[in-house]
């Protein structure tokens, strides 16, 4: 499985790292469109959609919604900032696991805000980091995003004791974490460095970027609620060794409204 992983990440990393500098914003939005509606499409199947019909206006109802969003501006940092607030919230259905699932999952509507809130702000964040930020800032929140995710899973089977979230997911330790969170640090290091940005504004970025790797598990942790509930492994099986696209991205879904607020506040 770790071979299959490995393999994985080196021929997607390329591809993904052109797209992100060679392709114009508008075609890498609707890029990034396709990935959300898989990734739509995989959370339709966690909330127990089974009939094909309704899968499909699951998946309508988010791609349409985050195209009207994005027709009109004014709306974004409503849309981010209640996304925020959603997040506030996860973390408490997170830390009451396994209680309180009558709120949470078994409401139809409330199923349909979590794929529209988990998917939409995701989207919309992301598209408008590389509009106002440039793709240098889009890559560094990969690598951010991705860098605390592999460094939690290396050092936790490395080092990991204390468990993080035993009933929800028994994989993750404190450790875990605090490897993430000192790999994410490093590559914000290693960019600021690298950028002419002023000395002062050094702390500011580290604290963001403390505050997005940690954040980044609450969005994976936020997913094995519904892997849980729907006792399904993995999201999917497109990407070989890494499940699904939304096991790809769960960590994204959180990280990217509070990495483009983020921006703004520094």
Known sequence: MLTKRIITAFILAPLIIWAIFAMPNYYFAQLLLIFTALGAWEFSRLIKFKC???????????????????KNTQVIPFILYLSVLWWTINLYWVLSYPSKTNF???????????GLLLLVPMWIALITLK????????LLLMLITWGADSGAYF???????WKLAPKLSPGKSIEGVIGGISVALVIM????????????????????????ANIS??????????KRISNIKDSGQILPGHGGILDRIDSLTATAPFFLLGLGLI
């Open 52 to 70: 094909l019909i309704a899968r499909i206006l699951l998946v309508f109802s988010i791609v349409v919604s985050a195209l009207i969003i994005q």
């Open 104 to 114: 949470w999952f078994d409401p139809l509507i409330v199923r349909i805000i979590n």
């Open 131 to 138: 509009q106002q930020y440039g793709s240098k800032y889009f």
């Open 155 to 161: 050092t936790g089977k490395a080092i990991g004791k």
């Open 189 to 212: 290091m290693i960019f600021l460095q690298n950028q002419n940005i002023a000395t002062n504004q050094y702390l500011s970025y580290l604290l963001l970027t403390v505050v997005v």
């Open 217 to 226: 598990v609450l969005g994976d942790l936020f997913e094995s609620l519904f």
